[in-house]
């Protein structure tokens, strides 16, 4: 018995994080919300995708429509690797998206969706999840978006831009006709 216990322990940490599946991406919700099919024909499944690490405006936010224009130009009708790591309160994969970038259509998916939206100052750092990134993902996310603020690109061409979890906030505690709408 114990033979037979020890190397099922060694191994049980790399079956309990299991391998990214490639997937066509078939929706964009919104900067950071996908649906996702995966699986092969007739034997569909589809996935609805929250991005990890990463914070986009909301619709009806400012820069609400660009930041869904943004990820939709990534990943839209593309194959994605997914690289999933919990379930949110949603019901919603959090996972890590990789596509093959623009520039080598015929390459690997090397293109962390996620860290391109930040980058192009679309996408806030998400830092209350950083402890769901390895460390050099954390350095690399909080770099883009020191980067973006610096460039003054996308939402951070705003004076004060105004972070999701701070617009849902504000936005749940108003009557719905009072309500912040998307003027951009």
């Known amino acids: 018995m114990r033979r037979l216990l020890f190397p099922l322990l060694l191994i ?11 997937c066509l991406i078939v929706g964009v919700s919104d900067g950071d919300t996908l649906k ?44 994605a690797d997914l690289d999933c790591l919990s379930i949110d309160r949603y019901g919603r994969s959090v996972c890590k998206v990789r596509v093959t970038p623009r520039s080598a259509p015929n390459g690997p998916k090397t293109l962390d969706a996620g860290l391109a939206m930040v980058t192009v100052g679309m996408a806030w750092w998400y830092r209350d999840y950083a402890r769901q990134q ?30 999701p979890w701070e617009w849902r906030r504000t936005a749940l505690a108003m009557p719905r006709s009072g309500r912040p709408s998307a003027a951009q």
């Open 12 to 22: 049980l940490p790399f079956a309990l994080h299991a391998t990214p599946r490639t």
């Open 36 to 79: 996702a099919r995966c699986g092969v024909r007739g034997n569909y499944e589809e996935v609805k995708v929250r991005l990890n690490g990463i914070d986009a405006p909301e619709k009806r936010q400012r820069f609400g429509d660009r930041a869904k224009h943004a990820m939709s130009d990534l990943v839209f009708m593309k194959n």
């Open 134 to 163: 390895t460390p050099q993902e954390r350095g690399q996310y909080e770099f883009a978006e020191f980067e973006a603020k610096a460039r003054h690109v996308g939402l951070w061409r705003d004076a004060e831009p105004v972070p």
